[in-house]
């Protein structure tokens, strides 16, 4: 079946700090990769996604590359800011690029110490 | 422009009363999705909708649950005799057509006491 495994939380971290968020899945397929954020308050907005192997999705300083070897899809950041506290999800469409429904992860909460 | 909106925000339910969440997409996208995410979880798939034709419901956790989008915008998920266990955040996404991006709405939590 399908399935995505990441990291588990809380993360804390002090503002500039490097992060890393594990995420690992199974997919009988060639799935889209993705992550989400779920800002405090707010519903999930798509942080960067990648649809096939070896591409790296990127946006607001973080980046994830889609490494079909390991089957991971690893979030990135090499400073982090306060207002990067939230919960994130990794996610996967088992259909590809073809519209379909999401398999998430449990999500990683961050916080960000000043 | 507007967001997908969700209403309500918050609902509370005696157990075994009927509810009904209700999802405005943003106008124009073809594909809307509901998700149920319990406390501390991942959102898991519910039911998928194309227009007004729901094509996936394999999600839905038993006969209890019912959804539709009679005219291809507007969706409402019910859920009848309501248990503790449907306790949750109902969320709702849309998708354009061509594009598989799906834009979330904040929501509604449903709390069955």
């Known amino acids: 079946g399908n399935s995505v495994t990441q990291m588990e939380g809380p993360v804390t971290l002090s503002e500039e700090a490097f992060l890393t968020i594990n995420c690992t899945y199974t997919a009988t397929g060639y799935p889209s990769l993705f992550w989400y954020v779920q800002y405090p308050g707010e519903g999930l907005q798509l942080l960067l996604k990648a649809t096939k192997a070896d591409d790296k999705g990127s946006n607001k300083g973080f980046e994830a590359t889609y490494r079909k070897e390991t089957t991971s899809f690893h979030l990135e950041k090499g400073s982090v800011q306060v207002s990067d506290s939230a919960v994130y999800f990794c996610a996967l469409t088992p259909f590809g690029g073809s519209q379909g429904n999401l398999i998430f992860g449990k999500g990683t909460k961050l916080s960000v110490k000043p | 422009g ?41 959102p898991e798939f519910l039911t998928y909708f194309q227009n007004e034709a729901q094509l996936d419901k394999s999600g839905l956790p038993s006969d209890r649950f019912f959804a539709e989008r009679p005219e291809g915008s507007v969706s409402t998920l019910k859920i009848q005799r309501t248990q503790q266990e449907d306790s949750a955040v109902y969320l709702c996404a849309s998708t354009p057509p061509g594009n598989y991006e799906q834009y979330f709405g904040p929501g509604t939590r449903l709390t069955v006491t």
Do not use: E, T
């Open chain 2, 2 to 42: 507007a967001g997908v909106s969700q209403s309500p925000r918050y609902k509370v339910a005696k157990r075994g009363q009927d509810v009904a969440l209700r999802c405005d997409p943003i106008s124009g996208h073809v594909s809307l999705f509901w998700y149920q995410q319990a406390l501390g979880q991942g």
